[in-house]
């Protein structure tokens, strides 16, 4: 039996966050009696110094998921973190600890190293990352989990990151996975796409977009039309929020 007098709030932190995916679908998971009592809710805010007040407002929450822009920038703020979010320098979930502790995991490489295995093909040798924040650190950390090499796109070139405009017909016969791990694409602004040279896109490769509204990018849509295999980001999300889950039940 489920004490229903049980009361645990979560919630997501982040930025003009009401498209999210999270306060979806934990609300329709916890709409099941064997969750009741759980709560899941959006706590949007400007700037991340709100976050201690969030926490002082809020003492009865048991775990956040934390999205754009503050992976990072939420670091600080936490007690301790995971062996895994240490290394990778990113953090999209937080558990509060029974003694009062805030302790930081990621669960961002885990959702996406599970949704990308089943693509994976022997000539899926090396992947571009494009985007240096904080998603693209989970996202690095599981190719290399997976013995996948990489290097990072950005709009100015520094080490082991190259420069939008050095993409070329070489650059897609050496990397044949391509993940956009940048807004650029997202709801509203669909249209947008990053700049690549997309006829250079062909059967051999993967493009994989972490974006999930809409799940057809515009990155995607001209990828697939060179005959590429395309994948969102909406199981990484479920396999991500999952993975939460656990933790914050742990």
């Not at 932190?13 to 998971?29: A, D, P, Q, V, W």
């Not at 809020?58 to 290394?87: C, H, M, R, W």
Request: aromatic letters at 14%.
């Amino acid at each position: 039996m489920v004490d229903i007098l049980l009361r645990r709030r979560f919630g997501l932190l982040g930025r003009n966050i009401s498209y999210s995916f999270s306060k979806g679908y934990f609300t329709e998971k916890f709409n099941n009696e064997v969750f009741a009592g759980n709560s899941y809710e959006n706590f949007d805010i400007s700037e991340i110094n709100y976050f201690t007040e969030l926490i002082k407002n809020n003492p009865d929450l048991k775990g956040l998921n934390v999205t754009i822009p503050y992976k990072e920038q939420v670091i600080p703020f936490l007690d301790k973190l995971s062996k895994k979010a240490t290394l990778i320098g990113a953090v999209n979930t937080i558990k509060f600890t029974k003694n009062g502790k805030l302790k930081g995991y990621n669960t961002d490489y885990y959702g996406f190293k599970k949704s990308l295995k089943p693509l994976l093909e022997p000539h899926h040798k090396k992947a571009l990352i494009l985007g240096t924040g904080g998603a693209s650190k989970g996202v690095a950390f599981a190719l290399d989990e997976l013995d996948i090499p990489y290097t990072f796109v950005s709009r100015e070139a520094k080490e082991n990151i190259i420069d939008y405009d050095l993409i070329n017909a070489t650059t897609f016969d050496n990397f044949q996975i391509i993940i956009n791990c940048t807004p650029v694409g997202t709801s509203p602004n669909i249209e947008a796409c990053p700049n690549l040279p997309y006829e250079y896109f062909t059967e051999k490769h993967i493009a994989y977009d972490l974006i999930y509204n809409p799940a057809e990018t515009t990155f995607l849509r001209k990828a697939k039309e060179m005959g590429a295999v395309i994948k969102n980001g909406h199981d990484m999300l479920i396999f991500q929020a999952e993975k939460a889950w656990k933790i914050w039940n742990k």
